[in-house]
């Protein structure tokens, strides 16, 4: 079967929309790092949405920071990709034309920098995900032993970080007389904007302490809050949508209709009518961040553990169990009690609608998929909630039961007793603890050690201990669905 091209796009069933603008017409205003799944089925169809809209400033050039795999979906279908939005037996399919180019930034990285700097370019958007910023997910501390990090600490030449090639850019732009482009974080980090900033600053301080006063003096690193349940495309979901469109597409990507982003309104320079395309503009996008960190992203670690644990293979699954349903629950009223809602958001109206996404059966969303990294996201989605609980003295059942399920996955092995490989940038290092330690308790007091997840302070805390050796030999001895059911 032919692949989904400009030469095939006009055989497409005529009700599925397409790219209404010239393709060739357009230039690219953003600059993609990370192009995955996520940034084609978000930020990519805003962009696509300003096309359509008649302003043709926003097409985008998109760089793998690592593998080909990417590129080789796209660069033969001349980068068009169909979005397919399903809800339940609901599926609407678009095909977005915003991606010009598709770059693979090892092979040649002084083009992605030559992008960058391009006086068309107005923004720097990123999805290299949270180990991708290369800071302590605990201190938020650049990772100066990383080396990738002491590479582009020793030369910009070819950088190998995305922070690096931001700053390898803002040279080229400041040699130039241009302005810095605005840098957006797309990752689920608490402060995206500013850790982003950091990693430049740092890098950049290192290089030319006079380019890091111009970066903090005319950059802008606005902090933005981002959602979409965005699955991994399985064959399974190609083979469909080829059998709809008579082409086969490789590149197309599957997501929930939910869309939301939240940008604080901060630019270096041109940014499109972000309001008039659905995005939310605000001074303030910490209190959305939080919520949705800890409310939503909080959940989906909970049910990626004890769902993982327990053989339960798809989020949906997890939510139609009542003990699953009823551990989120609890989570929420846990987290609830820690945030400071902005006006505009209603948690209790905003918990129904998450909880019936998750319900959404025609995702498929894998628990697989949310337990890679955990090392990176724990903090933000279940640490920082049970600080805050700790400090005010209320129970942290379900919580601690998220991060006891945390700790278990980390010896490789589920109830069943498959085993399974960890895929934690920290996998190591969790391994080398664990390393002797059978008892759950001495699981606990190893896992407890490592600082990069666990500030001191946390670690330290003997109530937190108690409750964390409690649910760790309760999964030990019963599984992570009977534990769940006795959770009180
Ligand atoms: C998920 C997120 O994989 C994960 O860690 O929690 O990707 C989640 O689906 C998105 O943040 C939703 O916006």
Redesign the pocket.
């Known amino acids: 079967m032919e692949r989904l091209s400009n030469k095939t796009l006009p055989t497409l069933p005529t009700n599925v929309p397409r790219p209404t603008y010239d393709r060739q017409a357009i230039t690219t205003g953003v600059v993609h790092l990370g192009i995955g799944a996520?940034h084609r089925a978000?930020q990519a169809s805003y962009f696509d949405a300003a096309l359509r809209s008649g302003d043709r400033r926003w097409g985008i050039t998109a760089a793998s920071l690592r593998s080909t795999a990417v590129r080789e979906q796209m660069a033969p279908q001349d980068g068009l990709y169909s979005l397919v939005v399903r809800d339940g037996s609901n599926e609407q399919i678009r095909v977005i034309g915003a991606v010009r180019d598709v770059l693979v930034a090892p092979e040649d990285p002084a083009r992605l920098v030559s992008a960058l700097a391009s006086a068309d370019t107005h923004i720097a958007t990123l999805t290299v995900t949270e180990k991708g910023y290369k800071l302590d997910p605990a201190t938020g501390a650049l990772l100066i032993d990383d080396a990738d990090v002491a590479a582009d600490l020793a030369s910009l030449e070819r950088p190998r970080t995305a922070p690096g090639f931001l700053v390898a850019a803002l040279a080229q732009r400041r040699a130039a007389g241009l302005q810095p482009f605005t840098a957006m974080s797309c990752d689920?980090l608490p402060h995206n904007g500013s850790r982003l900033r950091d990693a430049v600053l740092a890098i950049a301080a290192h290089h030319d302490p006079r380019l890091r006063d111009w970066i903090a003096e005319h950059g802008a690193f606005p902090e933005t809050m981002?959602?979409?349940?965005?699955?991994a495309t399985q064959p399974a979901d190609i083979t469909a949508l080829a059998e709809r469109l008579r082409v086969e597409d490789r590149a197309m990507v599957k997501a929930e209709p939910f869309s939301?982003w939240v940008i604080e309104d901060r630019f270096a320079g041109e940014r499109p009518d972000f309001a008039g395309l659905g995005a939310q503009l605000t001074n303030s996008v910490a209190p959305w961040e939080e919520a949705?960190l800890r409310l939503?992203?909080g959940a989906?670690?909970g049910i990626?553990y004890l769902g993982g644990l327990a053989g339960v293979e798809f989020v949906h699954q997890f939510v139609a169990l009542d003990p699953g349903r009823a551990f989120v629950e609890g989570l929420w009223d846990e987290a609830a009690t820690t945030l400071s809602p902005p006006s505009g958001l209603n948690i209790a109206a905003y918990r129904e609608a998450l909880m019936s996404r998750f319900a959404n059966p025609s995702l498929q969303?894998r628990t697989r998929?949310?337990?890679?990294?955990g090392s990176q996201?724990l903090p933000q989605?279940l640490l920082s909630p049970i600080m805050a609980r700790l400090e005010r003295g209320l129970p942290i059942e379900r919580m601690a039961l998220a991060v006891a399920a945390w700790m278990r996955w980390q010896s490789g092995r589920d109830d069943a007793g498959n085993s399974f490989v960890v895929d934690d940038p920290l996998a190591a290092i969790t391994a080398a603890r664990l390393a002797g330690a059978l008892s759950p308790e001495d699981q606990v007091a190893a896992l407890l050690t490592v600082d990069a997840v666990f500030p001191p302070r946390l670690a330290a805390d003997q109530g937190f201990r108690t409750i964390l050796n409690r649910h760790m030999r309760a999964l030990a001895e019963h599984g992570a669905l009977a534990t769940l059911k006795g959770v009180r």
């Open positions: 996520f978000h689920n981002i959602d979409r349940i965005v699955p939301q949705k939503l992203n989906h670690s990626a969303h998929q949310i337990a890679m990294d996201k989605r």
